[in-house]
């Protein structure tokens, strides 16, 4: 396929791409290597990695950190894939509307877009899941609230400098009605840059699940890496493994993520863009 | 002992070699030319001849290491160019040899004032105080005739007008009176009446200060204006040099002269009968716009711009109607109202007695297949992610046709484009700009309309192909029994396919007349003006 | 007009533009109090039970809850602009009081961290960019791609295992010595040793951004027409670097600072609590944990108008690196 070919060409992306699939594979298999809730005591606490029977050690309470980061790989893509989602739907929305009818409707949605922009994003996600009650949908609807003004400012633009080409004039010239102009003759056009930009939201939203688990937000019923990290902060002195596995998958899965996102980039638009 | 001076400049069996993987192996293959002082030589060519890469080579600003020089010498001066050091080309560059280019804009830095930026070219090549660069910069202003040296010294690029710009850009490079200035298409980013100005300025510094000039055109009106010498060129190989006269009076070449054939006469065609009929009748037609002002008057003063301003055109059955003005002169707005892309604030489009302007979009339903639109870049007016053969029948069907008539409509529009039907299944890059521009007059067709309004359809083209697109524009004209409503910029276009002409200034319809007529005895000031400015205006291209 | 009067003006018209901003978030912060579980009064109030009956029947006719949306939004609004936000009894004291006092370490957390981040970015930015496709420009392209995938939080705590237990170099928590009572100098330097570790962890994802921002920029920059007429100017490749590209490549990382304080003040809640840093982000890890719910709004009301107001030094400091904006 010719976009493999031209994806294949960066090789980091290639190794982005490896990893992304070990995660996947991790968090697909986890319930198979590590049978039972990763919240229940294992054995020994604070087993130093490799004793134990604990491949990366035990924390506090003698939970597996390797279970726990194996159920967390699918927290955290399940979290950060639903957030991107939500986020990007929004974004779409609000920035196709805005950059297709400009005037008034640009004015205002904009304003709108402006002030989530001005507003402290983190600061605000904590406070809709406090406020909320810290759940999986209550996590995915604070992401998606905090992140879609950067895809509709994106899409916006697409939009405009899409609305006066020339192509999109013979349309309303030959009488086409404006969603089908928005939906089947601007969209396509503007697919590649929204999933490059997709792509590398998944990435801050796993970093802002993981901040927002490490404070004690995260969903009590449900292991993830944050959560993790958050718990052996305490025993820091005496069982650095408990916070450092969780943190290097962390860093992993998010690096695969923007490599994979860099790659698509390349891969989609190939040498630079006009910009808006 | 050689006695005779060395040429300024002379280059001899150069090649340019591009990167593996081009259209073709090399930019510029073979090239001998010499340029003496006190002399204009034009390098002209279509779009790819290779004609820019032989500037920048002579530079030493191919874009390496991607193009470079693979053999064969440029000696200026006998020195040869291709030896020298980085150091020593440095020298050259601004010192001894500098150069224009094609858009102001760009070219200039747009955060530095343009005093600034002549000031940096002093200060590299000569030792001067600050006051005294400054006083040969406010000089240098004053020679490329820019009004105010004083104001214009400490204005940024974005302040001021493209003419302003260019002349900017020429006093930059004839800071160090250097011997040599490449002018890489100087005028073409500019309107004619500027453009009339900067090739006179040109002229007038050349003559004065004994320079060679290199000047890269693809015009032949700008060549019959400025050269001395000509060099022609095609795929990267010259196939054509001689004194000017001898090019564009009598060429040789076969190419030469089949481009001098494709470039439009100034002598309007013979007048056709037109029906009596009016197709269309714009009256007072008014189109504001408004910028600025904003909430409390935060947003500064508020601009007012009457981008059409009380235009009245009527447009005859079976006619070419042609709007011709400068940027700015409201022809593309005009031509955007008509086809209702853009409401108008007041007047009529009156089409067989409706007015068209205060439909809603549902009562406009109805006309829209009667007025199409053929539009000017041959790149942004098709839908890039679209097969050619959607493109076409996309019309018809939004307006309610079946997919399958339209498909059957389309195939036959692109048959009488002069198109293969294959090209159906295939996306616009895979086509030239000419064919790009059949496609899109085939959409235009295909909804069977009654007025056909261009807006600058054949500007984006090379001449040859301009003359093509001409060509068909005309002939399915008569067998369809279209009007048509032709905006250019271009005189030469407008006196070879239009049968009536207005022509725009600032919003407002200067003068109208029969083609003939109006070249012929123009009343209007600006109309004699953008006639005077025609490059080129004095030759007649041979009969052939 | 005087350049300085224009600018004045330009700036003064920014901070009018700024005005609905603040009133939108005053508004959302209203909408989030009443989302919240249960009476708003108790929100208001702090921890359930903690306050008095009769401080709860003030507070209900303090702001009207018995009377329609509207007009609470307008008491609310009223309240806001005079800075009454409401008691804390968690500590006991106004929210307004609160804030004001852990606003300062937080400013300092934030503008030591802006200037390091932008600062290096911008540095880092050009050594990659000028020395495309060498070691150098792939060490420091790694080096910001790994920092660029790290959670803040991590980081912070692999410094405290590394610098401050390991090594003893740094503090692990607090912005100064009490035990120590450090005065004049000795204190600036206190806190000053206290501030690298936080400074360090908050500005390294941002540091990132910046440099792979300044590198694409710089390349982007580098292919534009006027650098080939500065080249053909004869200008030596240092001039152009530094006279004709810098420039315009710094505008896009001007316009990125300012985009990113809001989410650098977000960062600053965690960086805080690792590190015990007593300011705004610390004060909300508390009033998380007590479901101080009135505080944190507090905090999140403050934090919006100091977004604000660095975007606003940011919208200025553009001005004068481009000449395009319309100051007039």
Known sequence: MAFWRLFRRNRSAVFGLAILVAVLVLAATASMLFPGDPFKLAGQPMSAPGTNGFLLGSDTLGRDVASGIAHGAQTSLLIGAL??????????????????????????????????????SFLFAILIVAIIKPSISSIVIAIAVVSWPAVARLVRGEYISLRHREFVQACHITGMSDARIMLREILPNCLSPIIVAGSLMVATAILIESGLSFLGLGDPNIISWGFQIGAGRTVLRSAWWVCTFPGV???????????????????????????? | MKVKKPPLLDIRNLFVKL??????????????????ENEILCVVGESGSGKSITALAVMGLL??????????????????????????????????????????????????????????????????QRGQRRDRALQLIGDVQLPNPDRIINSYPHELSGGQRQRAMIAMALAMEPKILIADEPTTALDVTTQAQILQLIKHLQKSHNTGVLFITHDFG??????????VMQHGRMVEINAANEVLNNPRHAYT??????????????????????????SNLTKIYRSGGGLLGFSGREHVLHATDSVCLTLHHGETLGVVGESGSGKSTLARCIVRLINADAGQILYQGTDLRPLNRAAMRPYRAKIQMVFQDPYASLNPRKKVGHIIADGPVSLGATQLDAEKKASEMLELVGLDVRAFERYPHEFSGGQRQRIGIARALTLEPEILVADEPVSALDVSIQAQILRLLADIRDRLQLSMIFITHDLRVASQVCDRIAVMRLGKVEEEGATADLFANATHPYTRELLDAVPGRDWRPPEQ | MNQTVKRFRYAMKRLAQAVPIVLAIIVINFFLLHLAEGDAAVALAGEAGSATPEYMAQLRQKFGLDKPLPVQLGIYLKNVLVFDLGFSFRHNMPVAELVFDRFMPTLLLMVSTILIAVGFGVLLGLLAASGLNTWRDTFIS???????????????????????LNLGLFPTSGMENFAAFHEGWDRVKDIAHHLVMPTITLSLFYLALYTRLMRSSMLEQAGMD????????????????????????????????????????????????????????????????????????????????????????????????????EVG
């Not at chain 1, 190939?270 to 808006?276: D, I, K, M, N």
């Not at chain 2, 700008?222 to 060099?231: C, E, G, K, Q």
């Not at chain 3, 790694?142 to 401050?164: D, E, N, Q, R």
């Open chain 1, 83 to 120: 957030a991107t989602v939500v986020a990007v739907m929004l974004g779409v929305v609000f920035g196709g509307l805005a950059g297709y009818y400009g005037g008034w409707i640009d004015d205002v949605l904009m304003r709108v877009t402006e002030v989530f922009q001005t507003i402290p």
């Open chain 2, 222 to 231: 700008v060549v019959a204006d400025i050269a001395d010498r000509v060099v």
């Open chain 2, 19 to 36: 990167p593996a993987g081009a259209e073709r192996s090399h930019a510029a293959e073979d090239l001998n030319f010499t340029l003496e």
């Open chain 2, 63 to 128: 874009p390496a290491p991607h193009v470079r020089v693979e053999s064969g010498d440029i000696l200026f001066n006998g020195e040869n160019l291709t030896r020298a050091s980085a150091e020593r080309l440095r020298k050259v560059r601004g010192g001894e040899i500098s150069m224009i280019f094609q858009d102001p804009m760009t070219a200039l830095n747009p955060v530095l004032t343009v005093g600034k930026q002549i000031d940096e070219v002093i200060r590299i090549h000569a030792t001067l």
């Open chain 1, 249 to 276: 998958a962390i860093l992993l899965t998010v690096l695969a993520i923007n490599l994979v996102g860099e790659g698509l980039n390349d891969a989609l638009n190939p040498r630079l863009r006009e910009r808006s």
């Open chain 3, 142 to 164: 790694v080096f910001a791609l790994v920092t660029y995938a790290t959670p803040l939080f991590w980081v912070g705590l692999m410094m405290i295992i590394l610098f401050a």
């Open chain 2, 257 to 282: 002269k089949s481009l001098i054939r494709s470039v439009p006469g100034l002598t309007p065609r013979k007048a056709r009968p037109i029906s009596g009929r009016q197709e269309l009748k714009v």
């Open chain 3, 226 to 325: 006027y650098v080939t007429t500065a080249r053909a100017k004869g200008l030596t490749e240092r001039r152009i670097v530094f006279g004709h590209i810098l420039r315009n490549a710094l505008l896009p990382v001007v316009t990125m600072a300012g985009v990113q304080v809001g989410a650098l003040i977000g960062g600053s809640v965690i960086v805080e609590s690792v590190f015990a840093w007593p300011g705004l982000g610390m004060l909300a890890f508390e009033a998380l944990f007590s479901r101080d719910l009135n505080l944190l709004l507090g905090i999140f009301l403050l934090s919006a108008l100091l977004v604000i107001a660095i975007n606003l030094v940011v919208d200025i400091i553009y001005s004068f690196l481009d000449p395009r904006i």
